[in-house]
């Protein structure tokens, strides 16, 4: 099976622009987890959708938002980008919820916000 | 609510052993383990369930003290490869499931 692809890759984006990051899960796997990494504040979970619904989501600001669809690919959208957005945006599927399936990430999106 | 985990850095000689800690201050459902190397997706390595089950990789050895809200993880004859950063992420009971992750312990193993 394929692994956890995640695009773009690298995305440089100025301050007040929206962006949008792209997941494709494992095929079979129902959940995808977005987290947020930066060398300061480690993993930062930002949201978990299961089946083309919202199952959690943890305290971000509301310019961070996201979806899932009926493939189970999955997009997260920033928008008026902040200069402490820039992090690497982390993926992960699992066959259940990540609450407890072990989870698969993605090899991330690195943002940089100028 | 972030678990605490300790230490947060140790070097090892390999063929030695270390013991990593994740402490909670409230009543976990669950403690996730995972290893990510420098420029690379974490990885999977373990999940203890209140209440015994583990889900894991056999070489991977871990316990869970639910009374304490405790886990540790064990890391014995080491290997180069056991080198990264480890982190522990915890479901709490009163929660709605979210996985909370830990600062993570940064492993380096030394020949």
């Known amino acids: 099976k394929a ?3 995640q695009t773009p890759r690298y995305l440089i984006k100025t301050r007040g622009q929206q ?9 079979g796997h129902r959940s ?5 990494q930066t060398p300061g504040q480690g993993l930062q979970f930002l949201f978990e959708y299961f089946s083309e619904t919202q199952r959690n989501k943890g305290n971000f ?7 899932q669809f009926s493939n189970s690919r999955s997009e997260m959208n920033v928008s008026t980008l902040e200069l402490g957005d820039s992090a690497l945006y982390l993926c992960a599927s699992a066959e259940g919820t990540g609450s407890y ?5 993605g090899p991330g999106t690195r943002l940089t916000v100028l | 609510q972030q678990p605490v985990q300790s230490p947060q850095a140790v070097i090892l000689r390999e063929g030695e052993d270390a013991v990593i800690n994740c402490s909670s201050s409230k009543a976990l459902y669950s403690v996730h383990w995972y290893r990510q190397k420098h ?5 999977f390595l373990m999940i203890l369930l209140k209440g015994g089950e583990q889900k894991g990789h056999d070489k991977i050895s871990a316990s869970f003290n639910e009374k304490k809200q405790q886990s540790s993880l064990y890391l014995t004859a080491s290997q180069l490869s056991y080198s990264g950063t480890y982190f522990c992420g915890t479901v709490l009971m009163d ?4 996985l909370i992750w830990g600062a993570g ?4 193993i030394k020949p």
């Open chain 1, 61 to 67: 600001p509301g310019r961070f938002s996201g979806r």
């Open chain 1, 3 to 5: 692994g956890v692809t």
């Open chain 2, 95 to 98: 929660s709605n499931y979210q």
């Open chain 1, 32 to 36: 995808v987890s977005w987290y947020q």
């Open chain 2, 105 to 108: 312990t940064k492993l380096i």
């Open chain 2, 39 to 43: 420029g690379e997706a974490p990885i």
């Open chain 1, 19 to 27: 962006v949008t990051l792209s997941c494709s899960p494992i095929s």
């Open chain 1, 101 to 105: 399936n072990e989870q698969f990430f």
